[in-house]
């Protein structure tokens, strides 16, 4: 049986007990993927952030809070796989400090210092070594098709789904997506507007047939 491992949802960087930095991701695009690979035979592993969906049945869930508990989550059960999707919306920042209180206020400006995170989809292959097939997503609010494609060169994969999220009835949160793919081998397939399932089904017959 094949094995994919798909990350999906949020993380939460704490800041301090009762607070921590987030950002809008449900976790629906990458349950989706899941789902539908689970459905096509596939072995799941999803490495989930904290998200408000069910436990998905008949995948290895693999449950994480933050950005640093998902690339260790990652680097744990990589080996072995098939095929990794990187759905996550993982902080690219953690606060330097996680204070053991919960902060009070103090003057009329708070500053909180902010130190980079791992960039799990960008290890996949230097630091875990893993050399078969590697999807990332790309989110964003302009510029689609460029940062997408320098994402699909920098952290080395061999697709990406250029995701905007600059709108409200696709991308974050909402039950529908659309996405354009590019290969590193240079193709480009656009799949319109539909629900994540759907997306989702259609992304994983084009990754597995490619
Ligand atoms: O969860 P939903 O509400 O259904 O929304 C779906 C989605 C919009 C979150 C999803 O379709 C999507 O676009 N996921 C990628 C979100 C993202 O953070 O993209 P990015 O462009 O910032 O990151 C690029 C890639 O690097 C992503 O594959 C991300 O998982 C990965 N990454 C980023 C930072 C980091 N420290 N480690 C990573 O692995």
């Given amino acids: 049986m094949k094995k994919v491992l798909i990350t ?8 301090d007990p009762v607070r921590f930095l987030s950002n809008r991701s449900s976790g629906k695009m990458g349950y989706a993927l899941a789902e539908a ?4 035979g596939w072995d799941v592993t999803l490495v989930s952030g904290p998200v408000c969906l069910d436990p998905l049945t008949g995948v290895s869930m ?4 933050t950005a640093a508990e998902m690339y260790d989550a990652v680097a744990e059960h990589i080996s072995g796989m098939d095929l990794v999707i990187c759905c996550a919306a993982v902080a690219d ?5 996680v204070e053991g209180q919960k902060l009070k206020k103090t003057g009329e400006e708070m500053k909180l210092t902010l130190v980079r995170t791992k960039d799990i989809l960008g290890s996949c292959r230097e630091v875990f070594g893993f050399q078969k097939t590697l999807v990332g ?4 609010t302009q510029d689609l098709e460029r940062y997408a494609r320098e994402k699909l060169e920098r952290k080395a994969c061999d697709w990406i789904a250029a995701n905007r999220v600059d709108g409200t009835s696709s991308g974050f949160e909402v039950d529908h997506n659309e996405i354009i793919l590019f290969s590193a081998a240079g193709e480009t397939i656009e799949l319109p507007r539909d629900t994540k399932q759907n997306v989702a089904q259609r992304m994983l017959d084009i990754l597995t047939n490619a």
């Avoid at 693999?62 to 809070?65: D, G, M, P, Q």
């Fill in 8 to 15: 999906a949802g949020p993380t939460r960087e704490p800041i």
């Fill in 37 to 40: 690979a689970r459905d096509a």
């Fill in 62 to 65: 693999v449950n994480v809070t």
């Fill in 93 to 97: 920042y953690t606060p330097a400090v």
């Fill in 137 to 140: 997503f790309a989110a964003e």
